[in-house]
Each structure stands twice: as C-alpha cells, then as structure tokens.
C-alpha cells in the first residue's frame, strides 16, 4: 500500500497543471461580469487532470458521490457528497479529482468572478463586499410549502438550498443578480416584484445540474410549476 501511494504521490507532481478551461471534464457553460459557470462529468472509474482554480468558487453536487479529491501538496482524501451539496472553496487551488465509484460525478462549479474584483477595490476604498442583511449568515425557513436554508454568506455571495413542492413559491427579496443551480430538473415561474415593475412573469425549464442566471435589480418571487418536487441552489449577488 505504501509503494501505491508513493507512486501516486509521483505521478501527481509529475503532471503539468493545465487552466480549468483546457479540463476536458469542465465545460463553460455560462459567462457574465460576475461568474463563469462550468457543468462537470467525471465518468466512473475516470480521473480529471490537474488543473487550477485562479478563482474563490462554489460546486454543487448533483447527484450522490464518493470523490478522492487530491489538491498538490497535500494527502488526497475522500469526500462523501449528497445529492445538492454545496461547498465554497479559496482560491488558488489545483488539484484532480479520482472518481473510483460505478456512478458519474457530476458538479456544477462556479467561478466567482465579481467578488474578487470587488474585494480588491474595497481594500483601498470605504465599502463593504457584503449587504449588511446578509449578516445571519445561515438558517432555515419554512415556506408555506418547502424550505429555504442559507448555506453561507461569504466571498460577496451568499448560497441558499431551496425545496419547493408543486405550486409552493419562495421570495428572494434580495434585490440583485443571481444565479440558480438546478438540482434536478425544475421548472419555475419567475415574477418581479415591487414597485413599478413592467417585465412580465416568465416560466423556465431547467435541466438537472443546468444553471439559468437571473439579472435585474427587483425582488422576485419563484413558483414550482411543475408537479413534482423542485430543488435547486441559488447564488445571490450583492
């Protein structure tokens, strides 16, 4: 066991690390001012190459998974993901990620492009990276039919797991850009809301582990049109 590992070990510092955009296993999916969004595949029995992360990011993990993730320099270990799990990790890191299961590992990484820029300005202005709302930084609500609960508020994003059953609705009274990760598919009812509000409601199919971004300076108020559960993550900007 200890000549695998150290063959391992080998074989990790020997490969070159390559940009996430040149990750066979990372597809850009979506790109504005604020994220860049990739939808990742890693097959059973399958291994990404090493590769960096210039940039803080979110996953969300679609789909239950075992994953060795091995980031350089230190040992690899074992990471035991639920289905719409959604961690936030610093940047730089490179690593590679060994899918030794039967099942895919299937991910929704978003880089969190904004935040970082923001965060530079703030060092040397008088502002915040933050909303001053954002200061309960987790907890959930019942809705009248599902549950919010705020994952984190950090990096200038704050992550909220939402679960909806047919005709139950959620208002993100925060009013800014966000993105929604579907975990599962969905299909959602978009409606602004506010004073002098002119866009018309919208309704939206999102497929599992698909991310539709959501701009305009409004609160809006999502309904699960469909009728089976509809769970998914939302990422909100200040």
Request: aromatic share 6%; hydrophobic share 40%; charged share 20%.
């Amino acid at each position: 066991m200890k000549g695998i590992l150290l063959v391992a070990v080998f074989l990790f510092a020997a490969q070159t690390e390559v940009e996430i955009t040149n990750e066979p296993h990372h597809h850009l999916s979506l790109e504005n001012e604020y994220v860049r969004v990739f939808d990742v595949e890693v097959p059973p029995h399958t291994d990404t190459l090493m590769h960096i992360h210039h940039h803080d990011y979110v996953f969300v993990t679609i789909g239950a998974s075992d994953v060795i993730n091995e980031e350089k320099g230190k040992p690899p270990v074992t990471l035991h993901l639920q289905d719409g799990e959604t961690r936030l990790l610093s940047a730089p890191l490179t690593h590679i990620a060994h899918n030794q299961t039967d099942r895919p590992f299937i991910n929704s990484t978003i880089e969190l492009l904004y935040p970082t820029r923001v965060a530079k300005e703030c060092a040397t202005k008088n502002c915040v990276v933050k909303p001053a709302n954002w200061d309960d930084t987790r907890g959930v609500s019942v809705l009248p039919a599902g549950t919010k609960q705020i994952l984190f508020a950090n990096q200038g994003v704050r992550a909220s797991e939402i679960e909806l059953q047919p005709s139950g609705s959620v208002t993100l009274t925060h009013a800014g850009p966000c993105l929604l990760v579907a975990v599962g598919d969905v299909d959602l009812r978009s409606e602004a809301k506010g004073d002098r509000v002119a866009a018309p409601p919208a309704s939206d199919h999102v497929g599992s582990g698909k991310s539709k971004w959501l701009s305009g300076y409004h609160a809006r108020m999502l309904t699960n049109s469909s009728q089976h559960l509809a769970k998914f993550v939302v990422l909100e900007f200040p």
